[in-house]
């Protein structure tokens, strides 16, 4: 079956980007090496990606903006079609996530605090906004970068009754139960003031989650209990080398699927760090960190089989190919790599040809 690859670029002139839309490309699962099929332009800043299960549909945010779209996938060669368009209530939406229904999308509106959910209809398009929840609480202590409420990030959790919200304004991860197409807060963890906690990532298998905290560099592991919608934080360390005496960012965090390892991003060293996990405890050791390839590595993400990570670097306009290590999940260098202007976001697709 054939695996395509959706790329978002940031594309605006204020963001000094140089992107052009969302580049489709066609993966070689032996090699990993990626093959243009098409650049839908004329977007604005599509800066986070998700996609239905069947990979027919796929939904972007547009940075800066106040808005989200929605697109048709064709099954025999994975080129988008535009479906439409609705506001999403607020600015600078920069994350999405699909309900298990796949019948309702969440977006976290960053400059706006707040939530914003979109009912979707059976063919995939996207109905006005049905809900919008304010995200409150003390800013953090930054004062350039928390001044008030910065959701970044909210997927569901594996259950897919709450939805997790990394707040980098207010130092803290709320949890909101979702049901019926509504969302009700539930909990929040508080995170070390000034952390700036950005985007998570759960253990396949355990009851685990991890949070990459942006301004200190920083990952959070946490206990995840489903029952309750409640986190419990049980370890922090650092995700930057011990060489490494600079100012840096961290910026993407995931686990493998096999879950022995975690990895994350980070801007200013420009690196991968690699961390163990512990089978038993979920306890996290740093064990490499690995130059990214390039300029200010915004994303990474995994194939799905775990065999190969691709960094996006946005600042070098480059996306970067790493081989994985099965049993470890250390990472080496392959010297592949792509041009593609201002990545920010890349998702696979194996959509399935139609009858």
Request: charged share 20%; aromatic share 8%.
């Amino acid at each position: 079956m054939t695996l395509f690859a959706y790329i978002g670029s940031r594309t605006t002139r204020e963001r000094q980007a140089r992107g052009e839309g969302i580049s489709v490309y066609r993966v070689d699962p032996k090699s990993g090496a990626l093959d243009l099929v098409q650049v839908l332009g004329d977007l604005i800043n599509p800066s986070f990606l998700a996609l239905n299960r069947a990979a027919t549909r796929l939904y972007t945010v547009h940075g800066d903006e106040e808005s989200i779209s929605a697109f048709g996938v064709d099954p025999a060669n994975g080129a988008l079609s535009f479906l439409n368009r609705q506001p999403t209530g607020g600015r600078n939406p920069v994350h999405l996530a699909l309900d298990a229904s796949e019948r309702f999308i969440v977006v976290s509106n960053h400059l706006s605090s707040s939530l914003a959910v979109l009912p979707i209809d059976a063919d995939g398009a996207l109905q006005p906004l049905s809900q919008l929840v304010a995200l409150q609480g003390e800013p953090g202590p930054h004062r350039k970068e928390q001044p008030f409420a910065k959701p970044h990030f909210n997927p569901f959790d594996p259950s897919g009754r709450c939805v997790l919200v990394p707040d980098k304004g207010v130092d803290r991860v709320f949890c909101l139960r979702f049901e019926g197409g509504v969302l009700t807060p539930a909990s929040e963890a508080v995170a070390r003031e000034g952390a700036g906690p950005r985007h998570v990532a759960f253990h396949p298998s355990q009851p685990w989650m991890y949070a990459i905290n942006e301004l200190d560099s920083t990952v959070t592991a946490y206990h995840w209990d489903a029952a309750g919608g409640a986190l419990a934080p049980f370890q922090v360390l650092s995700a930057l080398s011990d060489r490494f005496t600079g100012n840096s960012r961290a910026s993407e965090i995931a686990v493998h699927p096999a879950g022995h390892t975690l990895y994350a991003s980070n801007r200013g060293e420009d690196s991968i760090a690699v961390l163990s996990i512990d089978p038993t405890s979920g306890r996290l050791a740093l064990v490499q960190t690995l130059p990214a390839g390039g300029r200010t590595p915004r994303f990474f993400t995994l194939t799905p089989d775990g065999r190969w990570m691709y960094v996006l670097n946005e600042d070098s306009d480059r996306i970067v190919l790493m081989q994985v290590a099965p049993d470890s999940g250390r990472l080496s260098e392959t010297g592949q790599s792509w041009p593609c202007g201002s990545p920010v976001c890349m998702v696979f697709a194996q959509p399935r040809a139609q009858g």
